[in-house]
């Protein structure tokens, strides 16, 4: 790989989605298929294709994801949340406090790059509406998701919180704007 195509040098984060390609090149994309890794550098988001074998991002370029700037975003991978094989996205915006949800789709005209829509992150609309509101980064520095780890059918949230506690946010249908209950705590009295 080019040097030039090393984005993670500079990372602010760095995410396994799970496969947004059909790596063995049996028709779907299944557990057979490579994890894919997601490289938010600065204001830019970049997919690196998994492979199985060494080495162990494929040789395929990086590809860079719409046009939106990621600057202020904190991503997190819930996991298939629409049942179509494909992973979704969730983007925390550190400033305002919203999470929205970038849903996958099958591509349309699979080009043998990636079974997923990938043009789904450079649609303007995600941003317009949300699935969570009040998680700031001072609120909540650290935000991420297991998935569906109450086994509900929802995928839930946890987060450190300013003071230091452990919260989790279980996952519901979405209602009143809201994809999330109230905090719960899990774990009180750590250090912020």
């Known amino acids: 790989m080019d040097d030039a195509d090393d984005h993670w040098a500079d990372a602010d984060q760095i995410l396994s989605v799970g496969s947004l390609n059909d790596d063995d090149g049996d028709g779907r994309v299944d557990d057979s298929d490579a994890p894919d890794l997601l490289v938010k550098s600065g204001g830019e988001l970049w997919l690196y294709f998994g492979h199985r074998v060494s080495p162990f991002l494929d040789e395929i370029l990086p590809v860079r994801l719409g046009g939106a700037d990621w600057q202020d975003m904190t991503l997190l991978a819930p996991g298939d ?91 519901r249908a979405l209602t009143d704007g809201s994809a999330f209950g109230p905090a719960r705590p899990l774990i009180t009295g750590g250090t912020p």
Not at 85 to 108: C, F, I, M
Not at 138 to 145: G, I, V
């Open 81 to 171: 949340l629409n049942g179509d094989g494909l992973p979704e996205l969730w983007a925390r915006d550190t400033v305002k406090g919203t999470v929205h949800q970038y849903t996958s789709r099958p591509n349309p005209v699979a080009d043998g790059a990636a079974v997923a829509d990938l043009s789904v992150y450079a649609d303007p609309a995600v941003r317009t509406t949300s699935i969570g509101s009040g998680f700031t980064a001072a609120a909540y520095p650290h935000l991420s998701t297991g998935g569906d780890f109450e086994g509900d059918g929802f995928a839930d949230l946890w987060a450190r919180s300013d003071r230091g506690d452990l919260v989790g946010f279980s996952g």
